[in-house]
């Protein structure tokens, strides 16, 4: 019987547990087959840390925020890694690995494909920054708990008369920046695909209250404001050696109050955009992506990636995902900002 094991790696987002459960529903009901998940992304293929995963251990999961198997940033292309992951999958009698996770966990699964262990990749990440697919799960989600909470902002900042300020993740691309943003009429939305002068910011911040409005600005962890060298990130490198993002909004509470005179108050996101239950959309599309993940095992087509093309998911090679970050287009920014100020 063909056993196939599942690991989700790198930072979570909303939708894991439901590709899980497409995958082993599709692959038990269409194909017959066995499955495992490795605990903690690729750490549990290299310490052998499983779990058995029969169809009632994923039953009602599609729901559920966060994974089960949970998840690490471990690199298996570190010294010895190919080697120790070939021999766990004999050993446990695996015949391939449904990768889950972002660009870290593609770029190792594409160099396993190529050193001939067979992977097949499911593109996650709330950044929506992957090239090769229309939209990553999480990212819905992501944009849904984003304009809760600006919403939220607002109200507040209208009884105060105050300046919001709301700092949302997306790494260098401003989508989750740009949707909430948009959903949530804000002022002002900064990207870092595109600068802006901090004067101009004050500008829309101070024509919003002039037309009696509590001004409310989105600003994206990796905005870099006209004059600012790199994108604000005081907290040092993560594991795989990028800027850990985030702080911009403080800054900009100091500058904006400084220029414009409004009280102003900045809130960062966080990680709540990470958290939760995934939305209809994401439960839709993780489950779609699970069940193609397996069919293309079944199909031999190994050393690729499932990935959502308009409506259709489709399979696309991991060189083709991993070749460029998909950043916001300067008409969709442009598009946004006939409503700023
Ligand atoms: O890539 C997803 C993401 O949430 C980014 O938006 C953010 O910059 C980063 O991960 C935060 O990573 P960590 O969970 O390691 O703090």
Redesign the pocket.
């Known amino acids: 019987m063909t056993r196939l094991g599942i690991l989700t790696s790198?930072?979570d987002?909303p939708g894991l547990n439901a590709v899980i459960r497409g995958a082993v529903l599709g692959g038990v009901i269409s194909h017959g087959y066995d499955f495992v998940g490795f605990r903690d992304g690729w750490r549990g293929v290299l310490e052998r840390d499983l779990v058995p995963l029969p169809r009632q251990a994923v039953r009602g999961l599609a729901r559920l925020g966060g994974t089960i198997l949970g998840t690490s940033?471990t690199n298996p292309l570190k010294e010895g890694g190919i080697p120790a992951v070939r021999e766990s999958l004999q050993v446990l009698g695996i015949d391939g690995i449904i990768a889950v996770g972002?660009e870290g966990t593609l770029a190792a699964a594409q160099e396993l494909s190529n050193q001939g262990i067979n992977v097949v990749g499911v593109p996650k990440?709330?950044?929506n920054d992957l090239d090769a697919t229309d939209f990553t799960f999480g990212f819905d989600t992501a944009v849904q708990t984003a304009t809760e909470a600006i919403d939220r902002l607002r109200t507040t900042g209208e009884s105060h008369h105050r300046c919001m300020i709301a700092e949302v993740?997306?790494?260098n691309a401003g989508w989750?920046a740009l949707h909430s943003g948009m959903a949530s009429g804000a002022h002002a939305i900064l990207i870092p695909e595109h600068r802006v002068a901090l004067e101009q910011v004050a500008e829309w911040v101070q024509s919003a209250r002039d037309r009696g409005r509590a001004p409310l600005v989105v600003v994206a962890?990796?905005f870099a404001p006209e004059g600012q060298d790199a994108p604000y990130s005081p907290r040092g490198l993560?594991?795989f050696g990028r800027p850990?993002?985030?702080g911009i909004g403080m800054l900009l509470e100091q500058e904006l109050q400084r220029m414009t005179g409004i009280e102003t108050r900045a809130t960062v996101l966080g990680?709540i955009?990470?958290g939760g239950a995934p939305t209809a959309f994401d439960r839709v599309l993780a489950t779609r992506l699970g069940m193609a993940a397996v069919d293309s095992a079944a199909g031999g087509r190994w050393g690729t990636m499932v990935s959502l093309r308009g409506t259709t998911i489709v399979n696309v090679g991991f060189a083709a995902a991993l070749g460029r970050l998909k950043t916001v287009p300067e008409e969709r920014y442009r598009e946004a900002a006939v409503l700023f100020g």
């Open positions: 790198g930072g987002c940033r972002g990440t709330i950044d993740m997306g790494r989750i962890e990796a993560d594991a850990r993002l985030g990680h955009q990470r």
